[in-house]
């Protein structure tokens, strides 16, 4: 009896041990393998086969194309997906409307599922284990809106999800605006048995797709509850709608993916600049959920805490990337955070369990703009560490000097117009020549960031570029220049210059 107990104990102990080393080497959300179903958006592999010692020898062992599906014919363009792995298999989304799943050794196909639909792919895909008798399961959804879940298995559509494993997300989402974008751009969450999505709406006009975020059952694609990421009357943040901003409005969405506290059932979600991101006349007032962090309860769909990093955003400073969950030790304290990068290049740190900010953010006074009819907030949030991690102004004196010709070119660039001012961060583009700076594609961007647990370091790509030009009427647009952010309430102001940001 001992003998056949320990023979038992041993096979169990194996089986634990094969599994445990399968999920190291598995990659199950958009930004990496997370314990205990949570999606922490740490991007940190635990594997150590490639180091400094062994980098500079790897060399190519296959490829795929994500155009075609042929290996034989290259690598696809076009594509910004990050695959999962999972159980010994890859999966990817493709540019030409497939999900592949893959050996990870060889690249050899295992099944193809052909969704169909059109445009880019979003940047990733959901994976949910099954349970209660269902299979496993791929989530993922496309550029003109719809939610689809596939057997992770057999790679054909989960029949018991929405209509034949679809779900159309664009119904209610429109605001009586059909012909406008709505589609998803980001890997769903999984918390639980919920598929949890953002969406990928307008930056302009004004007027528009809703941008809540919203979840779903993972069996059956019915709709769980609704956070709207501009609040309704009656509902947190709405007072700071000023006019009726609120109605109908485009924009405020989470286009890029979220994290999973899953201990203490929080996702942690940023939502987008509202519509139109660069002018907010039609929208007066601090505009919440606008540029947002909101820590919400992922059972229910309320409201625990949230924090705005930008008031009445007229820069497209939105957070692109994953809000990161991670530990950072203050004083010998051991706080479990939640880390935001945004586009200003500043970084936000606060406790994730009541949204206390672990270093001070200061409001800070700011340039204020001269467009007509536009709404300036008098401050905004300034976090005192750690100091900025990109370039945040330009003075005529920082113009390179590389060659005579190029000093020349943008010295008369900066001089035109009656000369080009810039004063520090959060400068607005005023009717007068301006340099923004960072651009609204500057920063830190929705490639997002990474934390090594180990080192206790934060890493994160960032750029320092500007923007220059102003802000005029619509009708001195140039052809093919600049970005036109034109309001639906008749003033049409939009961003003219030799760089659009």
């Not at 209610?172 to 406008?180: A, I, K, V």
């Not at 979600?269 to 820590?295: E, H, I, K, Q």
């Not at 920082?398 to 010295?411: D, F, L, M």
Request: aromatic share 10%; proline share 7%; with cysteine.
């Amino acid at each position: 009896m001992n003998r056949m107990r320990s023979f038992w104990l041993a096979l169990a102990a194996a089986s634990l041990a094969a599994s445990l080393a399968q999920a190291q080497n598995d990659w199950r959300s958009y930004g990496g393998t997370d314990p205990n179903g949570s999606v922490e958006n740490r991007r940190y592999s635990t594997l150590k086969q490639i180091d400094t010692s062994n980098v500079s020898k790897i060399t190519q062992a296959w490829s795929y194309s994500s155009r075609s599906g042929d290996s034989k014919k290259g690598a696809g363009g076009g594509s910004q997906t990050t695959p999962l792995v999972v159980n010994g298999v890859l999966y990817v989304l493709t540019t030409s409307q497939k999900l592949v799943a893959l050996e990870p050794e060889t690249g050899k196909e295992v099944w193809v599922y052909n969704h169909g639909h059109a445009g880019r792919p979003p940047r990733g895909i959901a994976y949910w284990p099954g349970g209660g008798g269902n299979p496993p399961e791929l989530l993922f959804g496309t550029a003109d809106g719809f939610l689809i879940a596939v057997d992770a298995k057999i790679g054909k559509p989960i029949a018991g999800f929405g209509t034949n494993g679809q779900i159309d997300m664009k119904i209610g989402m429109m605001n009586d605006r059909p012909q406008e974008h709505y589609g998803l751009s980001a890997a769903p969450v999984i918390y639980k048995d919920l598929v949890l999505t953002g969406s990928h709406t307008i930056d302009s006009p004004g007027l528009g797709p809703r941008g809540d975020l919203r979840a779903w059952d993972v069996k059956t694609g019915k709709l769980v509850w609704t956070f709207h990421s501009i609040p309704e009357p009656g509902e947190k943040g709405h007072e700071t709608w000023l006019d009726d901003g609120w109605k109908n409005r485009s924009g405020t969405n989470a286009w890029t993916t979220f994290s999973v506290d899953a201990q203490s059932g929080t996702i942690f979600v940023t939502f987008d600049s509202p519509s139109a991101d660069l002018y907010g006349g039609d929208r007066p007032g601090n505009n919440l959920f606008g540029n947002s962090l909101v820590a919400i309860d992922a059972a229910t769909g309320k409201m625990k805490w949230y924090f705005q990093t930008i008031h009445h955003d007229v820069f497209d400073y939105d957070a692109p990337g994953p809000a990161m969950l991670t530990d950072v030790v203050r004083n010998g304290t051991r706080i479990p955070a939640v880390v935001l990068s945004n586009k200003t290049g500043f970084v936000f740190m606060f406790d994730r369990r009541n949204g206390k900010p672990i270093y001070d953010i200061e409001e800070k006074p700011v340039p204020k703009g001269d467009v007509p009819g536009e709404w300036y907030s008098p401050t905004q949030p300034v976090p005192v560490k750690p100091p900025a991690l990109t370039r945040q102004g330009m003075t005529r004196d920082e113009i390179a000097k590389v060659t005579p010709e190029q000093q020349q070119y943008c010295e008369a660039l900066f001089d035109a117009n009656g000369g080009t001012h810039n004063e520090g961060v959060f400068t607005p583009m005023g009717t007068k020549q301006t340099i923004v700076f960072p651009a609204s594609n500057g920063g830190a961007n929705w490639g997002g960031a990474s934390v090594d647990p180990t080192l206790g370091y934060y890493f994160i790509n960032t750029r320092s570029e500007g923007a220059i030009g102003h802000m005029g009427k619509q009708s001195e647009l140039p052809a093919g220049r600049g970005k036109a952010q034109v309001s639906d309430s008749g003033t049409a102001y939009v961003r003219i210059g030799p760089r659009g940001g």
